[in-house]
Protein backbone atom coordinates (compact mmCIF):
# COMPACT_ATOMS: atom_id res chain seq x y z
CA UNK A 1 0.00 0.00 0.00
CA UNK A 2 1.58 3.59 -1.00
CA UNK A 3 2.74 5.57 2.10
CA UNK A 4 0.15 8.65 1.27
CA UNK A 5 -2.99 6.56 1.11
CA UNK A 6 -5.39 6.78 4.35
CA UNK A 7 -5.43 3.65 6.05
CA UNK A 8 -8.34 1.04 5.79
CA UNK A 9 -9.88 -0.96 7.83
CA UNK A 10 -11.91 -4.70 6.10
CA UNK A 11 -15.09 -4.34 6.35
CA UNK A 12 -16.97 -4.12 10.09
CA UNK A 13 -20.55 -5.39 9.77
CA UNK A 14 -21.54 -5.41 13.35
CA UNK A 15 -24.11 -2.65 14.58
CA UNK A 16 -24.33 -0.55 11.10
CA UNK A 17 -21.02 0.30 11.55
CA UNK A 18 -20.44 1.85 8.03
CA UNK A 19 -18.08 -0.28 6.00
CA UNK A 20 -14.60 1.75 6.28
CA UNK A 21 -12.95 3.29 8.91
CA UNK A 22 -9.67 5.20 8.96
CA UNK A 23 -7.63 5.70 11.21
CA UNK A 24 -6.61 9.40 13.15
CA UNK A 25 -4.54 10.61 15.42
CA UNK A 26 -6.20 12.81 18.28
CA UNK A 27 -5.53 16.30 17.08
CA UNK A 28 -6.63 14.99 13.26
CA UNK A 29 -9.68 13.41 14.64
CA UNK A 30 -12.40 13.82 12.10
CA UNK A 31 -10.29 16.18 9.64
CA UNK A 32 -8.28 14.30 7.47
CA UNK A 33 -6.91 10.83 7.78
CA UNK A 34 -3.29 9.80 8.31
CA UNK A 35 -0.54 10.37 6.34
CA UNK A 36 1.20 7.02 7.15
CA UNK A 37 0.77 4.11 8.50
CA UNK A 38 3.26 4.61 11.15
CA UNK A 39 2.10 7.41 13.68
CA UNK A 40 5.19 8.86 15.54
CA UNK A 41 6.04 7.54 18.89
CA UNK A 42 4.44 3.99 17.35
CA UNK A 43 7.52 1.78 16.21
CA UNK A 44 5.06 -1.45 14.68
CA UNK A 45 3.38 -0.43 11.48
CA UNK A 46 -0.85 -0.63 12.34
CA UNK A 47 -0.96 -4.06 10.56
CA UNK A 48 0.86 -5.55 12.83
CA UNK A 49 -0.18 -3.88 16.12
CA UNK A 50 -1.75 -6.59 18.58
CA UNK A 51 -4.15 -5.89 21.77
CA UNK A 52 -4.16 -7.69 24.96
CA UNK A 53 -7.46 -9.10 25.20
CA UNK A 54 -8.55 -10.17 28.97
CA UNK A 55 -10.82 -12.71 30.47
CA UNK A 56 -13.64 -10.86 32.20
CA UNK A 57 -11.24 -12.15 35.42
CA UNK A 58 -8.59 -9.59 33.69
CA UNK A 59 -6.85 -12.37 33.32
CA UNK A 60 -4.61 -12.41 30.22
CA UNK A 61 -6.08 -14.61 27.16
CA UNK A 62 -4.02 -13.56 24.18
CA UNK A 63 -3.11 -11.13 21.94
CA UNK A 64 -5.43 -10.42 18.79
CA UNK A 65 -4.49 -8.59 15.72
CA UNK A 66 -6.10 -4.52 16.29
CA UNK A 67 -8.77 -5.59 13.69
CA UNK A 68 -10.48 -8.36 15.30
CA UNK A 69 -10.45 -6.88 18.68
CA UNK A 70 -11.91 -3.85 16.82
CA UNK A 71 -14.60 -6.29 15.45
CA UNK A 72 -15.35 -7.28 19.04
CA UNK A 73 -15.94 -4.13 20.31
CA UNK A 74 -18.45 -3.00 17.68
CA UNK A 75 -19.75 -6.29 18.34
CA UNK A 76 -20.58 -5.85 21.97
CA UNK A 77 -18.63 -8.56 23.20
CA UNK A 78 -15.42 -7.12 24.77
CA UNK A 79 -14.62 -3.32 26.50
CA UNK A 80 -11.67 -0.93 26.33
CA UNK A 81 -9.62 -1.24 29.47
CA UNK A 82 -7.01 0.57 28.35
CA UNK A 83 -6.83 2.95 25.22
CA UNK A 84 -3.75 3.91 22.76
CA UNK A 85 -1.41 5.56 24.73
CA UNK A 86 -1.54 8.27 22.03
CA UNK A 87 -5.06 8.50 22.43
CA UNK A 88 -5.78 7.31 18.30
CA UNK A 89 -9.01 6.78 17.79
CA UNK A 90 -11.12 5.11 14.54
CA UNK A 91 -13.05 6.67 12.55
CA UNK A 92 -16.09 5.57 10.23
CA UNK A 93 -18.96 7.67 8.75
CA UNK A 94 -21.28 7.19 11.50
CA UNK A 95 -18.96 6.01 14.36
CA UNK A 96 -15.86 6.22 16.10
CA UNK A 97 -13.75 3.82 17.98
CA UNK A 98 -11.06 3.98 20.75
CA UNK A 99 -8.08 2.23 19.24
CA UNK A 100 -7.32 0.04 22.22
CA UNK A 101 -4.33 -1.30 23.90
CA UNK A 102 -5.90 -3.67 26.27
CA UNK A 103 -9.70 -5.28 25.79
CA UNK A 104 -11.63 -7.32 28.47
CA UNK A 105 -14.48 -9.61 27.25
CA UNK A 106 -17.90 -9.16 28.38
CA UNK A 107 -18.89 -12.98 29.11
CA UNK A 108 -16.33 -15.32 31.01
CA UNK A 109 -14.50 -17.81 28.58
CA UNK A 110 -12.98 -21.19 30.01
CA UNK A 111 -9.81 -21.83 28.62
CA UNK A 112 -8.38 -25.63 29.07
CA UNK A 113 -4.99 -25.88 30.88
CA UNK A 114 -2.17 -26.25 28.49
CA UNK A 115 0.94 -27.97 29.84
CA UNK A 116 4.47 -26.54 29.08
CA UNK A 117 5.22 -23.09 28.36
CA UNK A 118 7.10 -23.20 24.92
CA UNK A 119 10.47 -22.23 24.71
CA UNK A 120 10.85 -19.01 22.83
CA UNK A 121 13.79 -16.66 22.49
CA UNK A 122 10.94 -13.50 23.37
CA UNK A 123 9.82 -15.79 26.34
CA UNK A 124 13.43 -16.75 27.60
CA UNK A 125 14.31 -12.60 27.29
CA UNK A 126 11.76 -11.77 29.65
CA UNK A 127 11.95 -14.58 32.23
CA UNK A 128 16.03 -13.37 32.60
CA UNK A 129 14.88 -10.27 32.21
CA UNK A 130 16.87 -9.48 29.19
CA UNK A 131 20.46 -10.07 30.99
CA UNK A 132 23.14 -12.26 30.37
CA UNK A 133 22.92 -14.91 33.90
CA UNK A 134 26.82 -14.76 33.99
CA UNK A 135 27.77 -11.14 34.03
CA UNK A 136 24.68 -9.09 34.38
CA UNK A 137 25.17 -7.37 31.54
CA UNK A 138 22.71 -6.82 28.59
CA UNK A 139 21.79 -10.22 26.78
CA UNK A 140 21.67 -10.27 23.07
CA UNK A 141 21.90 -14.44 22.95
CA UNK A 142 20.49 -17.43 24.40
CA UNK A 143 23.06 -19.95 25.82
CA UNK A 144 22.82 -23.59 25.97
CA UNK A 145 24.11 -24.13 29.60
CA UNK A 146 25.47 -27.69 28.88
CA UNK A 147 26.56 -27.14 25.87
CA UNK A 148 24.42 -28.64 22.46
CA UNK A 149 27.49 -30.45 21.74
CA UNK A 150 27.83 -32.57 24.36
CA UNK A 151 23.83 -33.52 24.21
CA UNK A 152 22.97 -30.54 26.36
CA UNK A 153 18.99 -30.09 25.65
CA UNK A 154 17.00 -27.32 23.77
CA UNK A 155 14.79 -26.84 27.31
CA UNK A 156 13.81 -23.95 29.88
CA UNK A 157 16.29 -25.65 32.38
CA UNK A 158 19.33 -25.60 29.80
CA UNK A 159 18.81 -22.53 27.97
CA UNK A 160 19.93 -19.16 29.55
CA UNK A 161 20.10 -15.53 28.56
CA UNK A 162 23.61 -14.64 27.63
CA UNK A 163 25.66 -11.45 26.44
CA UNK A 164 27.83 -11.79 23.23
CA UNK A 165 30.86 -11.60 24.85
CA UNK A 166 30.23 -14.40 27.54
CA UNK A 167 28.72 -16.80 24.66
CA UNK A 168 31.70 -16.34 22.94
CA UNK A 169 33.78 -16.96 26.50
CA UNK A 170 31.50 -20.07 26.84
CA UNK A 171 31.71 -21.34 23.57
CA UNK A 172 31.59 -25.57 23.72
CA UNK A 173 32.76 -25.97 27.12
CA UNK A 174 31.40 -26.79 30.53
CA UNK A 175 30.49 -24.10 33.86
CA UNK A 176 32.85 -26.56 35.61
CA UNK A 177 35.32 -26.41 33.13
CA UNK A 178 35.38 -22.38 32.76
CA UNK A 179 34.90 -22.13 36.96
CA UNK A 180 31.35 -19.89 36.12
CA UNK A 181 28.15 -20.36 38.04
CA UNK A 182 24.77 -19.79 37.48
CA UNK A 183 23.12 -17.28 40.11
CA UNK A 184 19.99 -19.79 40.23
CA UNK A 185 18.86 -23.02 38.51
CA UNK A 186 17.22 -21.53 35.28
CA UNK A 187 13.75 -23.40 35.27
CA UNK A 188 10.20 -22.79 33.27
CA UNK A 189 8.10 -20.33 34.10
CA UNK A 190 4.93 -21.41 35.01
CA UNK A 191 1.10 -19.54 34.03
CA UNK A 192 -0.98 -18.80 31.27
CA UNK A 193 0.54 -15.11 30.65
CA UNK A 194 3.73 -16.91 30.19
CA UNK A 195 2.14 -19.09 27.43
CA UNK A 196 1.01 -15.81 25.90
CA UNK A 197 4.26 -13.93 26.50
CA UNK A 198 5.75 -16.75 24.41
CA UNK A 199 4.15 -16.41 21.03
CA UNK A 200 4.67 -12.45 21.02
CA UNK A 201 7.95 -10.49 19.99
CA UNK A 202 7.02 -7.44 21.83
CA UNK A 203 4.53 -5.99 23.97
CA UNK A 204 2.82 -2.97 25.05
CA UNK A 205 4.19 -1.05 28.15
CA UNK A 206 0.23 -0.55 29.06
CA UNK A 207 0.11 -4.76 29.45
CA UNK A 208 2.47 -5.42 31.94
CA UNK A 209 0.25 -4.70 35.00
CA UNK A 210 -1.69 -7.53 33.40
CA UNK A 211 0.91 -9.68 32.26
CA UNK A 212 2.73 -9.79 35.98
CA UNK A 213 -0.94 -11.42 37.57
CA UNK A 214 -0.04 -14.74 38.49
CA UNK A 215 -2.45 -16.59 35.88
CA UNK A 216 -5.33 -18.98 37.49
ZN1 LIG B 1 27.76 -11.81 29.96
Redesign the pocket.
Not at 54 to 70: G, S, V, Y
Not at 80 to 97: C, K, P, Q
Given at each position: MPDRQPIRQPALKANGLASRVALCPPSRAGTSPPQSDRPPGHGPSWRKRRVLLLNTTFEPLTALPLRRAIVLLVCGKAEVVHGDSAGMVLHSATASVEVPSVIRLSNFVRVPYRGRVPLTRAALMLRDNYR??????R?ETIDHVVPRSRSGPHTWENCVA??????H?KADKTLNELGWRLPVAPHAPRGRHWRLLAGLSETDPLWLPYLGEPAA
Amino acid sequence: MPDRQPIRQPALKANGLASRVALCPPSRAGTSPPQSDRPPGHGPSWRKRRVLLLNTTFEPLTALPLRRAIVLLVCGKAEVVHGDSAGMVLHSATASVEVPSVIRLSNFVRVPYRGRVPLTRAALMLRDNYRCVYCGARAETIDHVVPRSRSGPHTWENCVACCTKCNHRKADKTLNELGWRLPVAPHAPRGRHWRLLAGLSETDPLWLPYLGEPAA
